[in-house]
């Protein structure tokens, strides 16, 4: 019986010599890579990158915002005095028109303060009468007493006048004619005294009712003022619009001065954007901004520039220049493209994610053969969503990697593979 024959196994067969061969290949390349690429060098995909010519041409520098249309004039609803509500004429979202009842207060201290004016107003108007009255009897009174005094006068002066005659011839004595003379300066005096004080009393009088009678008059505009108050505790439409109220119930209490709800004029808009803070020096009335419409570009101008600034953002108010588009409605919302600058010719580069990582201060720029793209320093300028302005460091025509630069750290050259 014969033995069985053991047969070597061979070592190197075909596929293990291709697997060493390829591997051995690899290294090589790697070696071969690790002594041509420079220090400061890169490798990358050509595919990967977004390159970028540059070019000159027309530039406006213009940011995009969004704008709420609003009512051109908007009335607030607020309660000048006051008080509970007592009745809702209309609801809210109704148009009504100037001077139609909205709600109405009541306040029962406002009416105990107008029966309390009206009351003294009438106790004034008695006292005005009454005292018209009696400067009416005190003046007849005096007229009466200085007609008393004239005829006294007059006596003692005729009764003077004959005793002096008398005196003269001898007919009376000193003593008679001396007292006829006294009694007449007597009266006479006295009338003159009692006209001064006539006229004294009667000045005092008048000013008397003078005072009354103004008094009277500002009691009667202070009353007036206060019907004026409760008639306004009905609030009535300022102007023609669509109303708005806040909620509120009947019987409720309302404060003076609390806004009660608007009415938003219905007969022209304007538009409301806001912008970030950055371009608040730049953002000026009588700017232009375009947007579109159902399909059509219509055309803004910055009318109103609000300077507070507030999370980061201020207010700008736009009306429509020339034609605007119909059945536009408060609260729609429009994205414009609101122009900062005016046309101009200008260096420009096509915007890129390059610019996070180099802050617009440099560049990778291809050379004439697209295999290389080199760092170089750049000054950028005013820009919008599609291009930089260029202000150094580039040429037109020169070609500039526009994509990230996340991945290429503090690489200086850049080898392209293609």
Known sequence: MGMD???????????RIIYLAAAGLGVLLVIYALLTIKSGQLRVDGERLTISAVQRGPFQEFI?????????????????EGGRVEKIFVQSGTRVK???RILKLSNTNLLLDIMYREAELY??????????LELERYG???DQELARLRFEVTEAENRFKRNAYLYDEGIVSQEEFQTAENNFQYLKENYALTQRSKQTDVTFRHQQVHQLESSLKR?????????????????????DGLLNLVEMEIGESKDRGVRLGQVDGEDSFRVRARIDEHYIARVETGRTGTYTFADNEYRLVSAMVYPVVEERQFKVDFNFQGEKPRNIRRGQTLHIRF????????????????????????????????????????RLGRQNPLYFEVLDGLEPGEKVVTSSYENFGDAAELLIRR
């Open 5 to 15: 024959r053991r047969i070597a196994k061979k070592k190197w067969t075909t596929r």
């Open 98 to 100: 100037q001077g139609d």
């Open 123 to 132: 106790r004034q108007s008695n006292n005005l009468r009454d005292t018209r």
């Open 64 to 80: 995009p915002i969004t704008g709420e249309i609003i009512p051109s004039e908007t009335r607030y609803l607020v309660a000048a």
């Open 339 to 378: 122009e900062l600058g005016d046309l101009e010719e200008a260096l420009l580069l096509p915007r890129g994610a390059f610019y996070q990582e180099t802050g617009g201060n440099w560049v990778f720029v291809l050379d004439k053969d697209g295999r290389r793209a080199m760092k170089r320093p750049v």
């Open 140 to 142: 007849i009174q005096l």
């Open 219 to 239: 009691m009667e505009e202070n009353l007036e003022i206060v019907k004026q108050k409760q008639d306004e505790l009905t609030i009535r439409a300022p102007i």
